[in-house]
């Protein structure tokens, strides 16, 4: 079975810092990762994915995720934190599914926290 | 409409009863997923609809747990004599489904489900 995993709870940065959140995955074959944020009361966002091709992957608001497939990581990467990307964010693997359709198995979840 | 619809957003219901949730995916979406998200944790795969069957219902806990899209669109997750462990947030996402597609999930904000 495909899973991630998000080894911190919660991570606290000051506001300016770089920030990293951590994921690691165990799939067969090729990975497809995924990177969503929730606000609180709000439904998943989606923030960027890799496919294939550069281990370095742009997403939305200045995000960005590294891949590793020697350490089996898709850790996600701000270079300057801000208090607004306080959320939580779960890492995720794709499964395809019958007809088509793609199934997400997510992480626990890591809590940002992200202070003046 | 421009997102992933989903009402009640809250509901509470004594232990025992019947619960319907509703979900209206975007537009032209063919794929529609039901997801539980309980507190701590990241959201666990219940149902997949490719147009309006199941695909996929691996993640349904038991037979109180059903779901319908009868027309292929709209989807009502229903729940049966109802146990305080089936509170949680309950969320569904649609995406598009052709070809190519890589996985990506759009989210409603969830039915937030508390069984007294």
């Known amino acids: 079975a495909q899973s991630v995993a998000q080894p911190e709870d919660q991570v606290n940065v000051a506001e300016g810092n770089p920030l990293t959140v951590k994921c690691t995955y165990s799939?067969?074959?090729?990975?497809?990762l995924f990177w969503y944020v929730q606000y609180p009361n709000r439904g998943l966002q989606f923030l960027l994915k890799?496919?294939?091709?550069?281990?370095l992957v742009k997403g939305s608001y200045g995000f960005e995720a590294e891949f590793n497939k020697s350490q089996t990581s898709f850790h996600l990467k701000k270079p300057s934190a801000l208090v607004s990307d306080s959320a939580l964010y779960f890492c995720?693997?794709?499964?395809?599914?019958?007809?088509?359709?793609?199934?997400?198995?997510f992480g626990t979840g890591t809590q940002l926290k992200v202070e003046l | 409409g421009a997102g992933v619809s989903q009402t009640p957003s809250n509901k509470v219901t004594e232990k025992g009863k019947y619960v319907e949730l509703r979900c209206d995916p975007i537009?032209?979406?063919?794929?529609l997923y039901w997801y539980r998200q309980s507190l701590g944790q990241g959201p666990e795969f219940l149902i997949y609809f490719q147009g309006t069957g199941a695909a996929d219902d691996s993640g349904l806990p038991n037979d109180r747990f059903f779901a319908v899209r009868p027309e292929g669109s709209v989807s009502t997750l229903k729940i049966q004599r109802t146990e305080r462990g089936d509170s949680a947030v309950y969320l569904c996402?649609?995406?598009?489904?052709?070809?190519?597609?890589?996985?990506?999930?759009?989210f409603g904000e969830g039915s937030r489900l508390t069984v007294l």
């Open positions: 537009s032209g979406h063919t794929a």
């Open positions: 890799y496919i294939t091709g550069d281990n």
């Open positions: 799939v067969s074959g090729n990975p497809y």
């Open positions: 996402a649609s995406s598009l489904t052709y070809r190519g597609n890589t996985g990506e999930l759009f």
């Open positions: 995720a693997v794709r499964e395809r599914v019958t007809g088509g359709g793609n199934k997400l198995t």
